[in-house]
């Protein structure tokens, strides 16, 4: 099993940032990679962006964008505090969910990472709300 805790939500105002961190416990070395997903409310839960957690540097492996956050928000890890952050800048009301954590064993298919049935294990999720 494992767990994963996110934190760093909040209210911020349209322009501004937020950076959400998900720190994951339990069999961190079966994760192939973290996701970030979001729901707002009304809507369906939505891929935001996704890591591969081994690989790479330490601190970086390939990454994966939604069109809607690509150049705003940044994905990236650090493996030994088994930590995945999420750098949300240029923020917009339209932003505004909860953003939840996942973590990937198996990945299947093409662009699997954007589909949120592969991911395994799922945080609690954080609000995040983005005031115009």
């Known amino acids: 099993q494992v767990q994963l805790v996110e934190s760093g939500g909040g209210l911020v105002q349209a322009g501004g940032s937020l950076r959400l961190s998900c720190a994951a416990s339990?069999?961190?070395?079966?994760?192939?990679?973290m996701g970030w997903f979001r729901q707002a409310p009304g809507k369906e839960r939505e891929f935001a962006a996704a890591i591969r957690w081994s690989g790479g540097s330490r601190s970086g492996g390939s990454t994966y964008y939604a069109d809607s956050v690509k150049g705003r928000f940044t994905i990236s890890r650090d493996n030994a505090k088994n930590t995945v952050y999420l750098q949300m800048n240029s923020l917009k009301p339209e932003d505004t969910a909860v953003y939840y954590c996942a973590a990937e064993r198996t990945p299947s298919g093409s662009s699997w990472y954007k589909k949120s049935d592969e991911y395994d294990y799922w945080g609690q999720g954080t609000q995040v709300t983005v005031s115009s």
């Open positions: 339990g069999r961190t070395f079966s994760i192939y990679a």
